[in-house]
């Protein structure tokens, strides 16, 4: 199922150097203006003669076998060049023959003119500082066709200027030409309900682009940014036209690929890199060379003669690198490095906690165990609190608080059961001293040994 597009006036341009440095911007500026001067050779213009006082011409079709619309308007506008404005000044109708004469000048001498000839398909125009007879200007129609049959691209230059190594970012340039060989002016059909990308000039980018940015010689029109690149609707007449692309490419490490998409195919592909920021490689194309632009030393891959449909890939490797000062200082500013703080914080508390925890239970397991009323095993509670502080398992505080509390449970049972002693006899050591002085009321009037868990006689408390 073909998706249909949607139109609007280009909002997505932005300033390509927003995201560089103050130094990269300015470089990247010097180089726009040194590509455009050499890859542009149709950008030129010719010293007019003084202005007269009148300006004649004619309108002409083109496109073989077409003929003028009767209803054709020239306008003649005046461009403000002090206050970069463009004033509409006089309209006129071509004659039977194509002709028409504006007589009323008024430009001033920061003015220059301008002749608009209004068709359905596009505004064709001609800046007078370009023409040399003012009583000769042709302007030229053409019929038009939704075909791209006859669109080809003259040259593909793709130029990486300006690397930004903290972020990974490459600022990317590329001028393409592209040619209209035919004798009709491209028009898309914009009513066809079914239109898609594939009826309207369309360009790939590498995956992830921002700041894109698009200016051309074309007719105006619009511009459709998709993900894998842009669409123009811009008529396209006959003969070339310069579009300019400027963007901003993240990559991943240090390297990235771009399948670059050749559906017009193109006489000439150009690839260039600065040579102390790493290095390129495509198939079907020739050996890299350096080449110097702005006193800049460049890598440069090229090939020739890519036929419709052809894609050509390829790799830009060794790209620059943020320092590790700058890596350490992004990996703390960002919001990773306060989840990881907040996380080791979390777990390290989480560890205390439990160890907290489990040191004292495993220094009160004893408290746990139940008290009985049995005076047997009241004993061999004694007996194993004994033991467990002899093993140096619990302080001399807690030993003397649990047995303290264990042998006044057993007095108060020795004075309500007659306790048979013989009972002693088969117990354990510890176990018959424990009952032999127990059986002493008295007991819980003197002071108790801590290191033997017994009383004291009088001659070790002397």
Known sequence: MKRPFFYSRSTCISRFTSNLTIKSALTFS???????????????????????????GKVINGTAGGIIPANIEVMLMSIDIANNRIIEQETTNIDLGGNFVFTNLKSGIDSEYRLVVSTDSYTPYVDMATVENWQDVQITIYEDTPSLENITINSYVMMIPTLDARNRHAGVLTVINVDNLGDKVWVPDLSNPNLTGLDLLRFNLPLGFTDLTIESELPNGNVLEIDSGFALTNPIPPGEAAILISYI??????????????????????????????????EKVAATESVIVA???????????????????IAYFGLPQPTPFQTLYDFTQS???????????????????????????????????????????????????????????????????????????????????????????????????????????SYSDQPIDPKTNFTKNSDEQN
């Open 30 to 56: 010097v180089i726009f203006t040194l590509t455009i001067a050499l890859f542009l050779n149709n950008l030129q213009t010719v010293n007019a003669q003084d202005q007269s006082e009148f300006i004649r």
């Open 335 to 441: 919001r990773l490095y306060l989840i990881l703080l907040i996380g080791l914080v979390g777990t390290a508390l989480l560890s205390i906690l439990t160890w907290t925890v489990y040191s004292r239970r495993k220094n009160n397991d004893y408290r746990e165990k139940p008290i009985t009323q049995n005076r047997e095993l009241l004993l061999a509670e004694i007996a194993d609190i004994y033991d467990l502080f002899e093993s140096d398992q619990i302080t001399e505080r807690e030993f003397t608080e649990r047995s303290e509390s264990l042998k006044q449970l057993i007095i108060r049972l020795d004075k309500s059961i007659e306790i048979n002693r013989n009972s002693t006899d088969s117990a354990p050591e510890p176990l018959r001293r424990a009952s032999s002085d127990l059986s002493d009321n």
């Open 249 to 282: 490419v993240p990559y991943e490490g240090d390297s990235f690929n771009f399948n670059l998409k050749l559906p017009y195919g193109a006489d000439l592909v150009r690839i260039l890199l600065p040579a102390d920021a790493g290095q390129i490689s495509a």
């Open 295 to 313: 006193d800049k030393i460049f890598n440069q891959i090229e090939g020739e003669n890519y036929v419709k449909g052809e894609e050509l890939l």
